[in-house]
């Protein structure tokens, strides 16, 4: 063994959310009994692509006695969780120069018949949060859907309470009083075309960015408050695909979790183009 850079996690600080995982091509980090751990020296390369998605500031790197990072295992694990995750792996090692590896993970690929290019595709999150994120990267949609319905006219904001960003909105406040709750992503509003219609309509609503938001530990103690002290009846919790918004999912099961009161969730996760996902009670 030798002295290299590694991630630390700090297990006092790790609630367990799982919000590095999918920020992690390699496969080094797990959930076991519920906080992060690393798994083996091999599978981790030092890069820090989890680094900035741990809401608790849990993770670090450090340098110590590790046992050398091996790409051909690594790529075992990464070919097994697919096309996606393989592209995410190829352009972390390419975005930090780490050439040698990326030659390694190319000729592995090659070995094994599978051709994958990274020009021009997507990755998932990596720590660097506006280069390589899905979330944060700049599409622009073609009319690939000819209209079918009138859009003339002005339509009916349903929208029934101020404030509405979760950082603001008064927990107790009588609009949220056993009723039915949305907690939003920020992006979805803009990416669902009758939002209002099909989903505000009759709510309460919060929102919030899982990726942006600062000290979001008092949204978990405010979705408590709303389960407990204002008896809400359903929370709806509406996120994005990318990999970085499934952490406002996670916030709201740990506040569920730790009330008192057991409420129905359901998760609504919308698709880049405004397109529904999947819709299931979790």
């Not at 990464?78 to 592209?87: D, E, L, M, P, R």
């Not at 599409?139 to 009916?156: C, H, L, N, V």
Request: with cysteine; aromatic share 6%.
């Amino acid at each position: 063994m030798s002295k290299r850079k590694i991630v630390k996690i700090d297990e006092e600080k790790c609630t367990g959310c799982g919000l590095c995982i999918p920020n992690c091509p390699e496969g080094a980090i797990q959930i076991i009994d519920g906080k992060a751990r690393l798994i083996s020296d091999i599978f981790c390369d030092g890069l820090g692509a989890c680094l900035g998605h741990c809401p608790e500031g849990a993770i670090s790197t450090e340098e110590r006695e590790a046992e050398p990072y091996d790409e051909k295992k690594t790529m075992v694990n990464i070919v097994k969780a697919g096309k996606n995750t393989i592209i995410a792996h190829l352009k972390h090692l390419k975005d930090h120069g780490e050439t040698e590896y990326l030659r390694q993970a190319q000729e592995y690929l090659e070995e094994q018949g599978i051709e994958i290019k990274i020009d021009n595709e997507e990755s998932v999150c990596s720590h660097e949060p506006y280069q390589s994120c899905p979330g944060s990267q700049m599409k622009e949609f073609s009319d690939e859907k000819k209209e079918t319905t009138d859009e003339s006219g002005s339509r009916s904001s349903h929208l029934k309470q101020w404030p509405i960003q979760l950082h603001l909105v008064p927990p107790f406040a009588p609009y949220f009083q056993g009723k039915d709750v949305l907690l939003v992503a920020d992006c979805v509003g803009y990416s669902i075309g009758d939002f209002h219609k099909d989903y505000l309509k009759g709510r309460s609503i919060s929102i919030a960015c899982p990726k942006l938001d600062t000290n979001q530990e008092i949204y978990q103690d405010k979705l408590i408050k709303l389960i407990d002290g204002a008896k809400i009846n359903t929370l709806t919790v509406m996120t994005m695909e990318v990999p970085c918004c499934s952490g406002l999912l996670h916030l709201a099961k740990r506040a569920a979790e730790k009330a008192s009161r057991k409420i129905p969730i359901k998760s609504v996760v919308v698709g880049i183009k405004g397109d529904i996902l999947k819709e299931e009670w979790v």
